[in-house]
């Protein structure tokens, strides 16, 4: 494997003391979920949000970005 392939592979390159690690795209992503559920957790515990209205926005916004391919019908 190239190093541009190799490279491609990764998200982000942190160095932290001296040491260069490599953060793959699996990690970031963990990393971002594990994050965004303990703030949506402090969130509720704390009453800034409530836990169902969290959920009705998610599923608003599911529906504004992941609209379903028009079928061949819509198409014409």
Do not use: C, F, W
């Not at 392939?5 to 998200?11: G, S, T, V």
């Not at 009453?47 to 529906?63: F, H, P, R, S, W």
Request: aromatic content about 4%.
């Amino acid at each position: 494997m190239s190093h541009e392939e190799d490279a491609r592979r990764y998200a982000l390159r942190m160095v932290i003391d001296g040491k260069e690690r490599h953060i793959t795209y699996e990690e970031l992503a963990l990393s971002n979920n594990l994050a965004q559920e303990a703030l949506v957790r402090l969130l509720v515990k704390k009453k800034l949000i409530d836990a169902g209205e969290l959920l009705e926005e998610i599923n608003t916004v599911k529906t504004e970005r992941y609209r379903a391919e028009p079928s061949d019908q819509d198409k014409s």
